[in-house]
């Protein structure tokens, strides 16, 4: 979500799918969870960020 350019946000989904293929089927599950946590938490972080950035731009 912080990458700068489309060629960063590329090189970090490799990582990760290379991190996930790499763990035991043992520990999937969890990196999952705490990756899908992760996820859930940044979009509500950055909708509450838009929402308050639309907010002080009136009806536009």
Known sequence: ????TDAERAA????L???YAALPESEKEEFNRQLQAF???E????????ES???G???N
């Open 1 to 4: 979500m912080n990458a700068a």
């Open 12 to 15: 970090i989904n490799q990582e």
């Open 17 to 19: 799918r290379d991190l």
């Open 57 to 59: 731009l009136g009806d």
């Open 53 to 55: 950035v639309k907010g």
């Open 39 to 41: 996820l859930a938490k």
């Open 43 to 50: 979009m509500g972080r950055l909708k509450s960020n838009y």
